[in-house]
């Protein structure tokens, strides 16, 4: 999947500080499962556009350090969801 890097997706942008909303699971660089809860803080890696399946979205690091992962949220999760699953600090 080839990814392009935008500015803002709904005007969240790389670096903005957030707290996930929803419980995220994800596995380590060391490939440990990993689940943090709903109010974790995370920050943006990227804005991106995944395509046309996907629509825009954002890499999110939740965690620090051995224990961090890095999930993807996009325009199907917000649809799914109901609303995003992250908000700003």
């Keep these: 999947m080839t990814t ?12 903005q500080r957030v707290i996930l909303l929803i419980e995220t ?3 380590t660089a060391a490939d440990d499962e990993v689940v943090f809860p709903a109010g974790s ?3 943006i890696d990227a804005t991106v556009d ?9 890499h999110v690091i939740i965690g ?3 224990r961090a992962i890095c999930n993807s949220f996009d325009d ?3 649809k799914e ?8 600090v």
Aim: proline share 7%; aromatic share 14%.
């Design 76 to 78: 199907r999760d917000v």
């Design 81 to 88: 969801i109901g609303r995003f699953p992250f908000r700003r």
């Design 64 to 66: 620090e350090g051995d």
């Design 4 to 15: 392009k890097p935008i500015p803002t997706w709904h005007n969240f942008v790389a670096g």
């Design 50 to 58: 995944f395509g046309i399946y996907q629509g825009k979205g954002a």
């Design 25 to 27: 699971r994800g596995a």
């Design 41 to 43: 803080h995370g920050v």
